[in-house]
T-cell receptor, first 110, second 115 residues
Framework: GIQVEQSPPDLILQEGANSTLRCNFS?????LQWFHQNPWGQLINLFY???GTKQNGRLSATTVATERYSLLYISSSQTTDSGVYFC????????????FGKGTKLSVIP | NAGVTQTPKFQVLKTGQSMTLQCAQD?????MSWYRQDPGMGLRLIHY???????DQGEVPNGYNVSRSTTEDFPLRLLSAAPSQTSVYFC??????????????FGPGTRLTVT
């Protein structure tokens, strides 16, 4: 099946710093989602981004489907950005099942 | 819209007990699924459904049953709980139209401990 790799696995930032999280996937996909799992365990939808670039406040994401990667940018990080960031892609062509990466654990310190 | 709701939020079971985790959505989504999340790992698919009356197995289906009698509800049943089923369970839903992927929305999760 499709493989999803996220990097880095762990990231510690000073409040106000910027960061880039990467998601590589092993096969062509027709959609990709980024999620933030907050310290209370909730999975929050950040972006649904099959290709191109989207922005939402301090967060933006870019997916280059032809090169099989996506990037999540966090600017001016805040302590509330702490948690685990997951990317997920369909498990196969025409599949609704999502294959998740193992996540990037982000800790933002004041 | 309440979105995707799950009950209970927390549950402790003894080995061998049975229980049902409830999941409901009010977005008229056809596709619903159950995932489990274990420490240090992403989410793994247990079972899914593309519409009322239709269910199928995911990556880790053993020990779990599902049914889908209505569009809104997709309960997950543990027939005889085992310590290996200690996990956090998430329900998800999305629109379903042909083979185009749509954005999936997740419930708040149920934290299950089996002793």
């Amino acid at each position: 099946g499709i493989q999803v790799e996220q990097s880095p696995p762990d990231l510690i930032l000073q409040e106000g710093a910027n960061s880039t999280l990467r998601c590589n996937f092993s096969d062509s996909v027709n959609n990709l989602q980024w999620f933030h799992q907050n310290p209370w365990g909730q999975l929050i939808n950040l972006f649904y981004i099959p290709s191109g670039t989207k922005q939402n406040g301090r967060l933006s994401a870019t997916t280059v489907a032809t090169e099989r990667y996506s990037l999540l940018y966090i600017s001016s990080s805040q302590t509330t950005d702490s948690g685990v960031y997951f990317c997920a892609v369909p498990s196969g062509a025409g599949s609704y099942q999502l294959t998740f990466g193992k996540g990037t654990k982000l800790s933002v310190i004041p | 819209n309440a979105g995707v709701t799950q009950t209970p939020k927390f549950q402790v079971l003894k080995t061998g007990q049975s229980m049902t985790l409830q999941c409901a959505q009010d977005m008229n989504h056809e596709y619903m699924s159950w995932y489990r999340q274990d420490p240090g790992m992403g989410l793994r698919l247990i079972h899914y459904s593309v519409g009322a009356g239709i269910t199928d197995q995911g990556e880790v289906p053993n020990g779990y049953n599902v049914s889908r009698s209505t569009t809104e509800d997709f309960p997950l049943r543990l027939l005889s709980a085992a310590p290996s089923q200690t996990s956090v369970y998430f329900c998800a839903s999305s629109y379903s139209a042909g083979q185009i992927g749509y954005e999936q929305y997740f419930g708040p999760g149920t934290r299950l401990t089996v002793t």
